[in-house]
C-alpha cells in the first residue's frame, strides 16, 4: 500500500496518535495529501504488478504528529533501541523515565509520538500495551504499518530499522496539528515494497517529498526533499514539513527537520518513478519514505478562504495573502 490510513482512525487522531487501519495502501502513508500537480492514471510496468495490491486491501492514514516541545534526540536516551519494541523494552527503566521525565515531562506528547511509532513499526492487528507505574494509566497502542520486524518482535533496532521508523516519523509530522491523508511508499527495513495500488496513486496523484534520518542515535537528524516537483508562490498546503516552493530550504512551521532542494539530488528513484530507495547526505546513507497527496490540498492564494499554510499581509503569495486572510 502507498497509502497508510487507518479505519476508525481516520479523523479520530489528535496528534498522530492511535490507529484502526481502513482501507489500506501500507506504508505509502497517506501521510501525504496530493496537493494538485501531478497527473494520475499512471500505468504500471510489468515487473512492478507484483506489488500492486487490489482496492480492498489499500489502506490510508492521516497524519498529525506535533513535534513542538518535543525533543526526538530524547529516543536515544529511552532504551527502545536496545530493548526493543516489547514487553520488556516498555518496562524497562529507561523508558519510563523517558515517558514521565523528558522534554519536561511531556506526557501528552510522548503518548502521541509512542502511537505513531508502533504504528510504523509493528504489523497490523498487534498492539503494544504500556501501564505507567508513575501515573498508573493504561495505554495501549495499535500497530499498523510493520516496517520493522525485528524490533517490534522485541531485539534491539538494526540500523535499517533505526532509519525507516525515523522516517516514517518524519512523513507523519505535521506542526499545524492537521489531519492530511497521505500516501506513503517505499521499503521496509527488511527491504520488502510497501504494498501500494492504481487506486492509492491515482487518489494521492501529488507527488510531495522523501523523508529520511536516524533520531535513535545521539544528535540524529530528519531530512526532507521535495519530490521532483515544487509549489508556485501562490500555492501552500497544510503539510509545512512536506512539499515547498522552489529553492525554499525551511519552512518557519517545520524547523525540526533539514531541508535538502530536491530528493533527486541526493536520492536514488527507483525504476517505476514512485519512490527513492535510498538517499545520501553528508556521506551517510539512508533508508527513505516517499509521500504522496491528494491535489485538493494543494491550497491557493486568492480562492477566498484563509487556509492553514497561508498567512496574513499586502500580496498574493501564500506566505502574504491579503486577499484571503487580510492585512
Known amino acids: 500500500m502507498g497509502f497508510t490510513s487507518f479505519r476508525s482512525f481516520w479523523s479520530g487522531m489528535a496528534g ?16 501525504s495529501l496530493m496537493i494538485g500537480v501531478v497527473a494520475c492514471g499512471v500505468e504500471q510496468p510489468p515487473d512492478e504488478m507484483q506489488v500492486l495490491v487490489s482496492e480492498s486491501q489499500t489502506f490510508q492514514e492521516d497524519n498529525g504528529l506535533s513535534l513542538n516541545g518535543l525533543s526526538l534526540n530524547g529516543l536515544s536516551l529511552n532504551g527502545l533501541s536496545l530493548n526493543g519494541l516489547s514487553l520488556n523494552g516498555l518496562n524497562s527503566e529507561d523508558f519510563i523515565t523517558w515517558f514521565n521525565s523528558a522534554d519536561g515531562g511531556n506526557l501528552a506528547g510522548h503518548e502521541t509520538l509512542m502511537k505513531y511509532m508502533v504504528r510504523c513499526a509493528v504489523p497490523e492487528g498487534e498492539v503494544r500495551v504500556f501501564v505507567n507505574p508513575t501515573t498508573g494509566v493504561r495505554y495501549v497502542w495499535e500497530g499498523g504499518m510493520g516496517l520493522a520486524p525485528l524490533w517490534s518482535g522485541g531485539t534491539p533496532a538494526t540500523l535499517a530499522e533505526q532509519q525507516v521508523i525515523s522516517a516514517c516519523l518524519a512523513a507523519h509530522v505535521n506542526n499545524h496539528g492537521v489531519h492530511v491523508p497521505i500516501s506513503v511508499l517505499g521499503k521496509d527495513s527488511m527491504g520488502g515494497i510497501v504494498p501500494y495500488s492504481r487506486v492509492e496513486l491515482m487518489t494521492f496523484a501529488q507527488r510531495e517529498a522523501c523523508f529520511f534520518g536516524n533520531v535513535f542515535v545521539p544528535g540524529g537528524t530528519l531530512f526532507a526533499g521535495n519530490h521532483m516537483d515544487a509549489l508556485s508562490p501562490e500555492q501552500s498546503t497544510p503539510r509545512p514539513c512536506g512539499l515547498l516552493g522552489l529553492g525554499m530550504m525551511s519552512n518557519p512551521a517545520c524547523t525540526q527537520m533539514q531541508r535538502i532542494g530536491q530528493c533527486l539530488d541526493h536520492c536514488r528513484l ?3 518513478g514512485y519512490f527513492y530507495s535510498e538517499c ?47 492585512s
Open 16 to 31: 498522530r496518535g492511535a490507529a484502526s487501519r481502513g482501507v489500506t495502501c501500507r506504508l505509502s502513508l497517506v501521510l
Open 270 to 272: 527507483e525504476p517505476n
Open 280 to 326: 545520501t547526505y553528508n556521506g551517510v546513507t539512508y533508508r527513505p519514505l516517499t509521500t504522496r497527496i491528494r491535489p485538493s490540498d494543494v491550497n491557493v492564494c486568492g480562492d477566498g478562504v484563509c487556509q492553514v499554510g497561508e498567512s496574513k499581509g499586502t500580496g498574493y503569495t501564500a506566505d502574504s495573502c491579503g486577499i484571503d486572510c487580510g
